[in-house]
């Protein structure tokens, strides 16, 4: 396994909103895997949501996207690394598409997420992957799309934030 560095010097989360563990493996530009134990606690809800499942805790499906997105991030970022949102180029989910959440995930599940870049057009990426617990694929992500903007456009006391469309008028 390759050095990596800590995952909150390529990104800006923290805990608790840092959803992803380690990078087990990284190919820049490429494809990366990443580790997320999914704590019990809050973001499990009961099984109803998944028929066959009544009385089981789940995590919570935004939550489980939210941690695959983070690995996205970390993938789209890892050779151009920016750990505060108020400088350099700030990553924002600009889409999501073809989401399949196939299983539920337990209490105490290790995540493996695999993100690969379909495509990065610089100021853009696109990506798709999949989450696996054990021997199962729980997550199917089929297209994700990342765009990396300046923070100084997306500062609204610098005055440079795009104007809406009733602003336009």
């Keep these: 396994m390759t050095t990596t560095p800590p995952?909150?010097?390529?990104?800006?989360?923290?805990?608790?909103a840092l959803?992803?563990?380690?990078?087990?493996?990284?190919?820049?530009?490429?494809?990366?895997?990443?580790h997320r134990t999914a704590a019990a606690g809050p973001g499990f809800h009961p099984g109803p949501a998944h028929p066959g499942r009544d009385g089981d805790p789940?995590?919570?499906?935004g939550?489980?996207?939210?941690s695959w997105a983070?690995?996205?991030?970390?993938?789209?970022?890892?050779?151009?690394?920016n750990p505060d949102v108020l400088r350099g180029n700030v990553a924002l989910l600009a889409g999501v598409r073809d989401v399949r959440a196939l299983a539920p995930v337990a209490p105490g599940a290790l995540?493996?997420?695999?993100v690969r870049v379909v495509r990065d057009l610089g100021d853009t990426v696109l990506t798709t992957g999949t989450t696996v617990v054990g021997?199962?694929?729980?997550?199917?992500?089929?297209?994700?799309?990342?765009?990396?903007?300046?923070?100084?456009v997306?500062?609204?006391?610098?005055?440079?934030?795009?104007?809406?469309?009733d602003e336009r008028s």
Excluded at 19 to 34: K, S
Excluded at 135 to 152: I, K, N, S, W, Y
Excluded at 154 to 165: C, N, S, V
């Design 154 to 165: 997306l500062d609204p006391a610098a005055g440079t934030t795009a104007k809406t469309t």
């Design 111 to 114: 995540l493996v997420h695999e």
């Design 63 to 66: 939550l489980l996207l939210e």
């Design 7 to 16: 995952i909150t010097s390529v990104i800006p989360h923290r805990p608790p």
């Design 135 to 152: 021997d199962r694929t729980v997550l199917e992500v089929g297209q994700l799309t990342l765009a990396l903007r300046p923070a100084a």
């Design 19 to 34: 959803l992803v563990d380690r990078v087990v493996t990284v190919e820049p530009g490429r494809r990366l895997v990443a």
């Design 70 to 81: 983070q690995a996205a991030v970390l993938l789209a970022c890892w050779e151009r690394p």
């Design 58 to 61: 789940s995590l919570a499906l």
